[in-house]
Nanobody, 111 residues
Framework: QVQLVESGGGLVQPGGSLRLSCAAS????????MGWYRQAPGKERELVAR???????YCADSVKGRFTISGDKAKNTVYLQMNSLKPEDTAVYYC?????WGQGTQVTVSS
């Protein structure tokens, strides 16, 4: 079993920043393959960013240059630094590892 616990969501004004954290516990041997998805109201869940076991990362085009995914292997924790936030970034953000999902954290970008 794997448990994923997200934190760091909230309300922020356009142009602001937030940092999401996802702490993993259980049978997780590597933070590689962990990632962040988001789901806005009325839309499908989409991949935002992913970290790989070799340290490489992927970010969706919609967030490239604004969001950064990173990880702390010692803490089994993955972060999503979100800068220059836009109203269209408003969504519930989910941490993912294989078939496991966190409970989600709400990010709202609004003035």
């Amino acid at each position: 079993q794997v448990q994923l616990v997200e934190s760091g969501g909230g309300l922020v004004q356009p142009g602001g920043s937030l940092r999401l954290s996802c702490a993993a516990s259980g049978r997780i041997f590597s933070i590689g393959r962990m990632g962040w998805y988001r789901q806005a109201p009325g839309k499908e869940r989409e991949l935002v960013a992913r970290i790989f076991s070799d340290g490489g990362t992927y970010c969706a085009d919609s967030v490239k240059g604004r969001f950064t995914i990173s990880g702390d292997k010692a803490k089994n924790t993955v972060y999503l630094q979100m800068n220059s936030l836009k109203p269209e970034d408003t969504a519930v953000y989910y941490c993912n590892f294989a078939a496991y999902w966190g409970q989600g954290t709400q990010v709202t970008v609004s003035s």
